[in-house]
């Protein structure tokens, strides 16, 4: 009876915390992205200069705040491509994913986006999006489907996430998104904050939480570097690692123990309703297999590494 009595307290206790959890984190979720109302004005197809044709996958290493790249590519880019490339992962890694870029940094990396969407080997970059199936899309091109990690933005609304300083309720982890036509699903990792360490109830040095806005994407042969959005709904899940191999009672008093990643772990929070509403637009410059650069229409960029392992 005893053990049934602390199982009933443990889940209402958890209930009650997700309910908190989710009215304060979603809502701080929704405002990191940010529907982007302007027109979307025409666009051309364009032409890749990359004399290698389509880049295969490659091995890529990253971190919240730097990356390294190893590739092997079958096929070679353009040299100019692939020093491009070289400079602007460069410039993600020295200023902490744009976080701590000065003017003069966003100006380079603007200027060697530009430069490198010259060589962008991808004529159709938003076709795995495309509302009819098209029966000329070339399977073997580069696609939009697929997990991929922030290394570099200039848009305030993600450089902000680090507003809450060293005693931040949570650490900022990295930053991705998950594309699975129609889906794409915005994800931001929180970690447990460094002063929390010797608290009760703030879980192991490596439990986290996910954070996902979750949208669905459209686009069409007119625009074809160009994804609509419409936001369909919210998740928030937990993991809370290996520090505690004590699974215990992982729906119950013990999962409030353990932490917030370990309560989400056990109760994920998915909110769908049947109504979705217009979130945005975004343009893609460059798609390879493994690195994407997109621009939204109040002008910011987005650089994305290709990487399966963390989400």
């Known amino acids: 009876e005893s053990t049934k009595s602390r199982n009933m307290i443990g889940n209402k206790i958890s209930v009650g915390l997700l309910v908190f959890a989710f009215c304060v984190v979603g809502a701080r979720l929704c405002l990191s992205f940010q529907p982007i109302p302007t027109p979307l004005p ?46 602007l992962i460069a410039l993600a890694s020295a200023t902490r ?62 450089t902000s996430l680090e507003a809450g300083g060293p005693f931040s309720t949570a650490k900022l982890g990295r930053i991705g998104q998950e594309c699975n036509p129609p889906s794409i699903k915005n994800v931001i990792e929180w970690q447990r904050p460094d002063w929390a360490s010797s608290l009760p109830f703030s879980g192991g040095k490596s439990s986290r939480i996910l954070q996902k806005v979750c949208c669905e994407g459209s686009a069409t042969k ?61 343009e893609i410059l460059y798609l390879d297999d493994e690195m994407r650069i997109t621009k939204t229409y109040q002008g910011y960029y987005a650089v994305n590494i290709r990487d399966e392992t963390w989400f």
């Open 42 to 87: 025409a666009l051309g197809t364009g032409r890749s200069q990359c004399s290698g044709g389509i880049v295969v996958a490659t091995t890529l290493h990253s971190s919240s705040d730097s990356v390294t790249m190893k590739s092997s590519l079958k096929i070679s880019l353009d040299p100019e491509a692939i020093q491009l490339k070289d400079d």
């Open 97 to 158: 994913r744009g976080f701590s870029a000065s003017r003069t940094d966003r100006e380079k990396s603007k200027s060697i986006i530009n430069d490198l969407a010259k060589y962008n080997p991808s004529d159709q970059p938003a076709a795995a999006y495309y509302d009819v199936a098209s029966d000329d899309i070339n399977e073997n091109r580069s696609t939009l489907a697929g997990k991929w990690t922030l290394i570099y933005t200039d848009a305030p609304d993600i």
């Open 222 to 282: 007119d625009n074809p570097r160009a994804v609509d959005l419409k936001i369909v709904g919210l998740e928030l899940s937990g993991m809370n690692g290996d520090d505690d191999n004590d699974v215990g009672d992982r729906n119950g008093l013990n999962s409030f123990l353990k932490g917030p990643a370990a309560l989400l772990e056990s109760n994920p929070v998915k909110l769908q309703g049947p109504l979705t509403a217009p979130f945005g637009k975004f």
